[in-house]
């Protein structure tokens, strides 16, 4: 299994930026995606997941409204369209697989059996 995280950058209060995670090996029908962050000297947080399977969505109170999860099954991606942008979402940015579970159960913990990708800085200037 590999996560591919890209779209991750530099940009200023109040834009916009689409994060993508390009997922192989899996079989997105069966998984939930999830974006999880962390900031420095703050704990991981799950951001927003979303089921493969029935588009059943989560997203943290911090972020509704503003962040939307999508997902192309047929090109096993899964994208995290950021728009009004605050320096509170400066974090690097991780993308994580889980198989057969609820997206607001990944997006709360983590996975168990399934695996994480690497990350991408988000910055966003004041």
């Known amino acids: 299994v590999q996560l591919q995280a890209s779209g991750g950058g530099l940009v200023q209060t109040g834009g916009s930026m689409r994060l993508s995670c390009a997922a192989s090996g899996i079989d997105l029908n069966y998984n939930v995606i999830g974006w999880f962050r962390q900031a420095p000297g703050k704990k991981r947080e799950g951001v927003s997941c979303?089921?493969?399977?029935?588009?059943?969505?989560y997203y943290t109170d911090s972020v509704k409204g503003r962040f939307t999860i999508s997902r192309d099954n047929a090109n096993n991606t899964v994208y995290l369209q950021m728009n009004n942008l605050s320096p509170e979402d400066t974090a690097i940015y991780y993308c994580a697989s889980e198989p057969t579970v609820l997206p607001d159960t990944l997006c709360r913990g983590a996975p168990r059996f399934g695996s994480w990708g690497q990350g991408t800085q988000v910055t966003v200037s004041s």
């Open positions: 979303i089921s493969g399977r029935d588009g059943n969505t």
